[in-house]
């Protein structure tokens, strides 16, 4: 059985662990955040957990 072993990375300002997708193929590297509102949230230290 072979498991597919997606790279993943943890989100710094959620802490939400994401995978590797597709659509980020080309840009994988670049890619820091989980989603385009953590994106924005870099700014603020967040360290409320009810975001
Ligand atoms: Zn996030």
């Not at 993943?8 to 509102?37: D, L, M, T």
Request: net charge positive; aromatic share 12%; with cysteine.
């Amino acid at each position: 059985m072979k498991k597919s072993q997606l790279p993943h990375k943890v989100c710094p300002v959620c802490g939400f662990s994401f995978n590797w997708r597709k659509k980020w193929a080309s840009q994988w590297e670049q890619i820091v955040y989980c989603s385009e509102r953590c994106r924005r949230n870099k700014r603020s230290k967040v360290l409320n957990v009810d975001g």
